[in-house]
C-alpha cells in the first residue's frame, strides 16, 4: 500500500496540477480504509474474544498461544491506527473544526501515549524518558492530542536508531510545552518545513514505510488549540520537535467559534461588555443624572 501511495502521482495526467495528485491520494485513503477496516473490526473482536477465554482458562492456554495472541494484539492495533490516519487524511484541517475541550494533564497523557507506541515497538522499551514538572492541566482536545503525541513518540522510534529518546513536559503561566528529541540520523534543513504536509516524506519510502501523514496530523493538531510546533535538528545530530500549546482558548479560536454560532463561555472573573450602543445609551444616562435640576 505504500508503494502504492507513494506512485500514484505517476497515474494522474502529466497536466494535472499536484493538488490534483494530492486529491487522488486522499480518495484512494479514504477508499482503502473503508475496505480494510471492515474485516480489521471482525478480525478485532475475535481477539478479544479470544483473550478473554485465554485469561478465563489460562491452565488450558499454551504459552505459545498467549504471545501469538500479543502479538496479534500488537499487529491488530497497528492497522487500526493506520486506518485512522487514512481516514484523517481526508478531513477538512482540525483547524478549522473547535476541538472538543476537556480537562487534560498533559504529563499523564503523555506517558499513556508512550507506553503506546512501546506497545507497537516493544524494541523501544525502555529507551523512551519522561521528564515533568508536575501535573501539566489545560483544556484541550484529548482525542487530537493523543494522535499529536503517539505519532511525534513513533516517529522518533523510527528515526532515532536504537539510541535513546527524552520527552519532555513542562508549563509556565499561559503556555505548555513538549519536547520530543532523539539522537539519530537527523534531518535536513530545507526538509524541516515541508515534512509537516500531507504525504512529504524526507526519507526513501523503500527504507522507511509510512504514509507521510504523523507528522501532518501533529502538526493540525497543535494548530486547532491555537498552538504551534517546529523542528530543530541537523543531519546526524537527531531532533527535537517542540510543540507549544496554549493553556486557555487564544482568541483567534473564540473569535470563530463565534462565527460559527458556537459561543465559547465567558472567563472566569471576566463580565461580558456591552455593546457599542448600550454604552453610549449608559454615558448619556449618567449624564443626565448629573446635571442640576
Known sequence: MTALCSNLDDRVSAGSSRDDAARLREDFLVLAAHEIRTPLTSLLLLL???KRMSEAEPEKTPAWAAAMLAVFDRQLGRLARLCDDMFEARRA??????PARERVDLAILVREAVAAAVAHRPAARGAIAVTAEGAVIGRWDRSQLERMVFHLIKNAITFGEDKPISVEVRATRLWARLIVRDHGMGIARE????????FERAVPVERFGGLGLGLYIAH?????????????????????FIVDLP??????ERGLAARRGRALPARRGLAPRAPA?????????????????
Open 48 to 50: 478479544q474474544l479470544t
Open 93 to 98: 484541517e482540525p483547524v478549522q473544526r473547535a
Open 191 to 198: 526538509d524541516q518545513e515541508r515534512i509537516f504536509a500531507r
Open 220 to 240: 493540525t493538531a497543535a494548530r486547532a488549540h491555537g498552538g504551534a510546533i517546529r523542528v530543530e535538528s541537523e543531519l546526524g545530530r537527531g531532533a527535537a
Open 247 to 252: 493553556l486557555a482558548p487564544r482568541p483567534t
Open 277 to 293: 450602543l448600550g454604552r453610549a445609551h449608559l454615558k448619556l444616562a449618567s449624564h443626565r443624572a448629573q446635571r442640576p435640576r
